[in-house]
Nanobody, 121 residues
């Protein structure tokens, strides 16, 4: 129901745009989020957006470099990442949840398969 794409290998300082195509079922969810998980680390919140009002929420440490957006017609959510750093290397997941947007993994009901982002120094 969620298909993430757009990951790849990029040099430090570069940019990538991730896409997450949702189904009509998940588009009825209240909000969409991006998370990431580096090897040996817990999954962490990156950003979230609501389908209805486009309200956005960001990890405090990433705001300014990452931008989340959505295209309702395409039922697709994007994560534009710029000024990438080696520490941004992780598998990035998109997820969908209902209710009040949160930064907690357990609040999301549906998860995509993840897309690998590798930032070389």
């Amino acid at each position: 129901q969620l298909q993430a794409s757009g990951g790849g290998l990029v040099q430090a300082g570069g940019s990538l745009r991730l896409s997450c195509e949702a189904s009509s079922r998940t588009s009825r969810s209240y909000y969409m989020g991006w998370f990431r998980q580096a090897p040996g680390k817990e999954r962490e919140f990156v950003a979230a957006i609501t389908w209805s009002s486009s309200s956005t929420y960001y990890s405090d440490s990433l705001q300014g470099r990452f931008t989340i957006s959505r295209d309702n017609a395409k039922i697709t959510v994007y994560l534009q990442m710029s000024s990438l750093k080696p520490e941004d290397t992780a598998v990035y997941y998109c997820a969908a949840g209902s209710g009040i947007p949160t930064k907690m993994v357990r609040s999301y009901d549906y998860w995509g398969q993840g897309t690998q982002v590798t930032v070389s120094s």
